[in-house]
């Protein structure tokens, strides 16, 4: 009972630790789209200013 209990937590650990992994990667890769966006608005708004 006691190896059972010990595999079950282990994979629950590991399934929380990858959605966690997946979750933080999916931000990351969103909030960096955002800011190559931002860039390239802010770039283009300056040149059309010049």
């Given amino acids: 009972s006691a190896r059972s209990a010990r595999s079950a937590r282990s994979a629950r650990s590991v399934r929380s630790v990858r959605s966690v992994r ?26 059309r200013s010049t």
């Fill in 22 to 47: 997946s979750a933080r990667s999916a931000r990351s890769m969103r909030s960096a789209r955002s800011m190559r966006s931002m860039r390239s608005a802010h770039s283009a708004r300056s040149a």
